[in-house]
């Protein structure tokens, strides 16, 4: 009971009266008010990329056909910029270039995937109303060890991804040896923003503690995810540590969705999607986006959850009530309104409860709720909790806004 108050209490000074931070910020790029959303290659293809694969998951993101029924572009997959200026992006990973440098020092695009360069990719991407992101690693060579990392060629590397077009940069963290993140992260952050080029700047580093914040958009938060339950689940507890630093422009990132890979059942799919959403995680497509199935469209396509997400509060969900395998999961959202995901990790249906007093809502609140996963607002009005029977390795996420007192 302590802890729960305890979490209460740390969430609503988060809400409330977050204390001023002082942030001498090397990054202004306000590229981030909201979490990013987007597509990355990692996850379904690793080093199998190609540019064709890139234009092809491009124009599908947008084309509406009988498979993409709406278009994920239309549906949020971009990120906000000034008031209307939405896009999406989509990301190359590690393994774009070729092993060396050239005899100038500068990175090549490795010929056998993009042979047309990445400026051309860039151009094409642009055409089309999207962005480009590329990936980095602040180390003598990327996690892939297939081709050189940025350490020691920051501005050069910097110059380099402005002069082709590019819009956000995932910047890994291997193969640096003893250096310390914080020391080598602002050279990239400084060389990012002498460029004059607005770019996304996505950390790699495990440790935001106080710095990060301070040097990109995002940063990373856990290990690799891998498409399975338990790594899903355990990215979202070791994510869940830094809530407190989320906030408009620095997100923490559990690393990108795994939805749509197909190692997860739909119901594990629903959490996922859930979990990222509520925690105010970069919203990163990792599956096939040229063949996605109704299944799978219809998660990455909830609006409303897409809306919790994207809500502008920027307030990251915490754990608020833990009982052995079931979990009570909550963020305030602007308007005075509260998500809450009900999760069962157990291996049977769970009755699950959120009280009032654990979700930071007033007692006697009489409460509306609406089902995020069903589309349908309760019929039922909710005072003092609200508690839902749920399945196995699944969840229920309920989008609760306070009524008048009295009619
Ligand atoms: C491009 O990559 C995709 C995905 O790995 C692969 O299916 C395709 O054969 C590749 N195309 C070329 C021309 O290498
Ligand atoms: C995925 O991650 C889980 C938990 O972190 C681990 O137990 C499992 O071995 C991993 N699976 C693969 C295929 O790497
Ligand atoms: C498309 O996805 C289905 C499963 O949803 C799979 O069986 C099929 O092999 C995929 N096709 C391609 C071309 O990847
Ligand atoms: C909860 O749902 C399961 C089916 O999913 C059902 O068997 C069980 O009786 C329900 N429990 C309660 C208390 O409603």
Redesign the pocket.
Known sequence: MIAVLMLVTRRWIGVEARPAVERRNLLTNGLGMTPPMGWNTWNHFYCDINETVIRESGTNILMSDALVSTGLAKLGYRYRRKSDDFFWHGHTNDCWAEHDRDSKGYLVPRKSMFPSGIKALTDYVHSKGLKLGIYSDAGSRTCSQTMPGSLGHEQKDAETFASWGIDYLKYDNCNNGDLKPMKWYPAMTRALMSTGRSIFLSLGDMHPDLWADKLGNSWRTTMDI?D?W??MV?RADQNEVYAEHARPDSWNDPDMLEVGNGGMSNDEYIVHFSLWATSKAPLLIGCDVRNLSKETLAILGNKEVIAVNQDLLGVQAEKVRMEGDHKVWTAPLSGYRTVVVLLNRSPEFRIITAQWDDISIPPKTIVEARDLWKHATLEKRFVNKVKANVSSHACKMFRLTPLPLSE
Request: avoid cysteine.
């Open positions: 891998n399975s338990e790594s355990s």
